[in-house]
């Protein structure tokens, strides 16, 4: 005759399970962290995409600042000419430019082949936004090409010198030349300053 055998087990208090509100408990803990992690996440990435589009800008500038130069160590100007001129002037704050400079030979039409072109710098408002605009012509078509050279800055203040002195106004049709030199200040968005100073070859 076989014996029958039974065990019973009681489960200390280290081997019980967890309560439905424990584990509420551990749930809410665990979406609080990844709610944290994924804000840091995305605060780091929105911090990384906002750097890599001020570099740009950066970049932009400081190509819109190199050809700017190159403009004005080509500008020319003379009292009393039709179509050649160096002037500047105040939009609200900022600085206007417009002048005539020797490029390449261009032929348009019926227009005499000529390698003088003109262009002026200003400031175009888009709302909150301002950015620089560059228009370019011939001074015997007039027809212009605009576009934005830089965008998003918050200021653009030009400074003129005529060997002695340096102003804020220049007209060639009063002065009878261009500048000797001329200093562009550009602020970007970020506050950063970006500045150069080109004199002009001729006179």
């Known amino acids: 005759m076989k014996g029958r055998f039974s065990r019973s087990y009681r489960?200390?208090?280290?081997?019980?399970?967890?309560?439905?509100?424990?584990?509420?408990?551990a749930v809410s803990l665990t979406a609080i962290l990844l709610a944290s992690l994924y804000s840091v996440f995305f605060s780091v990435a929105g911090a990384g995409t906002r750097a890599r589009e001020e570099a740009v800008r950066?970049?932009?500038a400081g190509r819109a600042l190199e050809r700017m130069a190159?403009?004005?160590?080509?500008?020319?100007?003379?009292?009393?000419?039709p179509v050649t001129f160096f002037k500047?002037?105040?939009?609200?704050?900022?600085?206007?430019?417009?002048?005539?400079?020797?490029?390449?030979p261009v032929q348009a039409g019926d227009a005499p082949?000529?390698?003088?072109?003109?262009?002026s710098y200003s400031i175009?408002?888009?709302g909150g936004r301002?950015?620089?605009?560059?228009?370019?012509?011939?001074?015997?078509?007039?027809?212009?090409?605009?576009?934005?050279?830089?965008?998003?800055?918050?200021?653009?203040e030009v400074s003129l010198f005529n060997g002695k002195d340096?102003?804020?106004?220049?007209?060639?049709?009063?002065?009878?030349?261009?500048?000797?030199?001329?200093?562009?200040?550009?602020?970007?968005?970020?506050?950063e300053e970006l500045a150069m100073t080109t004199p002009t070859m001729i006179r």
């Open 11 to 25: 489960l200390s208090g280290n081997d019980r399970g967890f309560t439905l509100i424990e584990l509420l408990v």
């Open 70 to 81: 190159s403009e004005v160590r080509s500008a020319y100007a003379r009292r009393g000419s």
């Open 130 to 156: 301002r950015h620089l605009l560059k228009e370019v012509w011939s001074p015997y078509l007039g027809e212009k090409m605009s576009f934005r050279v830089v965008e998003d800055i918050k200021g653009f």
């Open 166 to 191: 340096w102003s804020k106004a220049w007209d060639s049709e009063l002065e009878g030349s261009v500048p000797r030199a001329m200093t562009v200040k550009m602020t970007l968005a970020s506050g």
């Open 88 to 104: 500047t002037g105040k939009v609200r704050s900022n600085s206007t430019v417009s002048f005539t400079f020797f490029s390449y």
């Open 58 to 60: 950066n970049v932009e």
């Open 124 to 126: 175009e408002r888009d």
């Open 113 to 119: 082949k000529s390698d003088l072109m003109a262009v």
